[in-house]
């Protein structure tokens, strides 16, 4: 398995600005993804983030909201920019370890 | 990806077996059935995955037929902590880096 941050655990930000959250490993891996699970719905993956590669996004995210960087196997950031009140939910890093994905606790992000 | 059907709520008392099933006609035969618990504000738990037949480990045991196109995820003798959503999804092994793909997952709800 993997130990899995993220920082900050929770924000309450306001609309306009952008947040970055960080996710940290304590293992190296090449696969890690970013999933968003808005409140009381299931997690939707917003991109796959391979180190030495661009992130590939799912269909309805687009980097320029969602821009993230992958500069060494053990971490990871997501900005979400240009915050919305939609954009209010938890994001949740994953990565890919023997063929099992393991989560980060989330951050809880609150758009006012 | 293989889509997966599995009941929205389950309800049960502390101490009695649980079995959750997803079906997933159009399972791959690359694909791994993965099981994975969530308590609210917290990143999925993996519980157990699972190729075929029966895999157990100190949590949970997952019952896999021989066409593999549903599986049954049992908890035994559960309790109040058990509380959580319970997601049941295919995808295929570690090699080909696939996100998993979250359905609505199964509401289990324990009470004394």
């Known amino acids: 398995s993997a130990v899995i941050s993220q920082k900050p655990s929770r924000d309450i930000c306001q609309r306009g600005t952008s947040l970055t959250i960080q996710c940290q490993v304590d293992?190296?891996?090449?696969?890690m993804f970013w999933y968003r699970q808005q409140p009381g719905q299931s997690l939707t993956l917003i991109a796959t983030?391979?180190?030495?590669?661009?992130?590939?996004?799912e269909s309805g995210f687009v980097i320029d909201k969602f821009p993230i960087s992958r500069p060494n196997l053990t971490f990871s950031t997501l900005t979400v920019s240009n915050m919305s009140p939609e954009d209010s939910s938890i994001y949740l890093c994953?990565?890919?370890?023997?063929?099992?994905?393991?989560f980060g606790p989330g951050t809880r992000l609150t758009v006012t | 990806l293989a889509k997966t059907t599995q009941p929205i709520s389950m309800d049960s008392y502390e101490g009695q077996e649980v079995n959750i099933t997803c079906s997933h006609n159009?399972?791959?035969?690359?694909?791994?059935i993965t099981w994975y618990q969530q308590f609210p504000s917290q990143g999925p738990r993996f519980i157990i995955q699972?190729?075929?037949t029966k895999v157990t480990n100190e949590v949970a045991s997952l019952f896999i037929p021989a066409d593999r196109k549903s599986s049954t995820l049992s908890l035994p003798r559960v309790s109040l902590s058990d509380t959580a959503v319970y997601y049941c999804?295919?995808?295929?092994?570690?090699?080909?880096?696939?996100?998993?793909?979250f359905g609505k997952g199964t509401t289990l709800s324990v009470s004394s």
């Open positions: 994953s990565v890919l370890i023997g063929g099992v994905q393991y």
């Open positions: 293992s190296q891996v090449t696969m």
């Open positions: 983030a391979n180190q030495g590669s661009e992130a590939t996004y």
């Open positions: 159009n399972i791959a035969t690359n694909d791994y």
């Open positions: 699972g190729y075929k």
């Open positions: 999804l295919v995808g295929p092994a570690n090699q080909a880096g696939t996100a998993l793909i």
